[in-house]
């Protein structure tokens, strides 16, 4: 028989007589620490390496020498993400950045409404002058009067009977068309002081002088000309004396040396 197979059979065959033997199983029941007296069991009765670190107390081993550093395990596997932590209070705020290059200009919006007006300021200086306008067109011509001349000496001529005025220097004749009127301008100089009030006149030898302009002639009024000019009311077409008179009939020799020079000229009314 082979030693392995010999080495087998005798370890099951002890292993029988134990299981099998009443005398060695009940010593294996009943035999407890109660039925060992103490101080009976020494090192020698102890297998060398049997006993353990847990069967002795505390402080009975003593400590031996710190064993080298083992090697550094594996790098376990990543655990599970964690849950978001609370939010930590703010931080103090930090100083203001530089400025930011200008943007483009951005595209002009639309117009508003337009606005109320304001108040009326001042009036401005005036400006300068501007250039005449070019002349209007010439008008129709009116109509052509008669005119006459007058330039006489001498006066103080004969008045139809009943007339306040007397003529200086001989009248003129002129006819009128009817709707006409008459318009007069005449000096008269004086050889002499004349105390009268003068005027233009009309009428003829036959009927009183009529007056329709005159003015009072100032003291010593005398060699220089007194000019006098007027309009007349609307006056009836026919032939009529005109000329200068004086308020006062005079005798001849008073005014024999004045002189009387102007125009008379009808227009329409």
């Known amino acids: 028989m082979k030693p392995k197979a010999l080495s087998v059979a005798c370890v ?35 297998k060398d390496h049997s006993l353990r670190a847990k069967d002795f107390r505390r402080s009975q081993l003593p400590t031996g020498p710190r064993g080298a550093t083992g ?111 008459l318009v007069g301008a005449v000096g008269t100089k004086f050889a002499s002081n004349v105390d009268a009030s003068i005027g233009l006149c009309f009428g003829d030898r036959f009927t009183p002088i009529n007056q329709f302009a005159s003015q009072q002639v100032p003291p010593g009024y005398s060699e220089q000309f007194y000019f006098l000019s007027g309009v007349s009311q609307p006056m009836s077409a026919g032939l009529h004396s005109v000329g200068v008179c004086v308020n006062t009939p005079v005798i001849y020799d008073y005014l024999s040396s004045s002189r009387t020079t102007g125009y008379f000229q009808a227009v329409p009314q």
């Open 12 to 46: 099951a065959t002890i292993g029988f007589l134990l299981a099998t033997n009443p005398v060695v199983a009940n010593a294996a029941r009943t035999i407890t620490g109660a039925d060992i007296k103490d101080g009976t069991v020494t090192s020698a009765d102890v």
């Open 71 to 181: 090697a550094t395990g594996l790098t376990g596997a990543v655990g599970p993400a964690g849950s978001d932590g609370i939010d930590g209070i703010d931080g103090a705020t930090g100083p203001k950045g530089a400025d930011g290059a200008t943007g483009p200009k951005g595209a002009d919006g639309a117009t508003g409404p337009k606005g109320a007006d304001g108040a009326t300021g001042p009036a401005g200086p005036d400006g300068a002058t501007g250039p005449a306008g070019a002349d209007g067109a010439t008008g129709p011509a009116g109509p052509t009067g008669a005119v006459v001349g007058i330039d006489d000496f001498g006066g103080g001529f004969p008045y139809p009977s009943g007339s306040q005025f007397s003529w200086i220097g001989r009248p003129v004749d002129i006819d009128l068309t009817a709707a006409q009127k």
